[in-house]
C-alpha cells in the first residue's frame, strides 16, 4: 500500500502555482494616474469630453495647433485649446 499517494476527496493546501504574480490577493491602488485625469494624463479628459460631445450629436475635429472643431447640424465652432472645449460644452449644457 502507498501510504505518500492522497486519496480520492482528500483536501489539497491551497497554494500558489509557481511563478504566480500577485501572492498578495486583491488590493486597491488609488496612486494609479492611469485611473484618473491628470495634469500628465490629458488625453483621457479630452477623450472624455469629446465623447460627451459626441453622444450629444456634436462631432469634434482635433486639429492641428491643439485646437478643435466642433460641428453640428452644419454650424461649427472653433475652439482655441481644451479650456475653451470645456467652456463651449458647458455652455452647450453637455457637461458640468
Do not use: W
Amino acid at each position: 500500500m502507498n501510504t505518500t499517494s492522497q486519496q480520492a476527496g482528500a483536501s489539497v493546501p491551497n497554494e500558489k502555482a509557481p511563478g504566480a504574480i500577485n501572492t498578495e490577493g486583491l488590493t486597491t491602488d488609488t496612486t494609479n494616474d492611469l485611473n484618473f485625469a491628470t495634469g500628465a494624463r490629458a488625453g483621457k479628459a479630452i477623450a472624455a469630453q469629446v465623447a460627451e460631445l459626441a453622444i450629444r450629436g456634436h462631432a469634434v475635429h482635433p486639429l492641428k495647433d491643439g485646437g478643435f472643431l466642433v460641428c453640428k447640424y452644419g454650424y461649427c465652432y472653433a475652439a482655441s485649446d481644451f479650456a475653451e472645449l470645456q467652456a463651449f460644452a458647458r455652455r452647450l449644457g453637455v457637461s458640468q
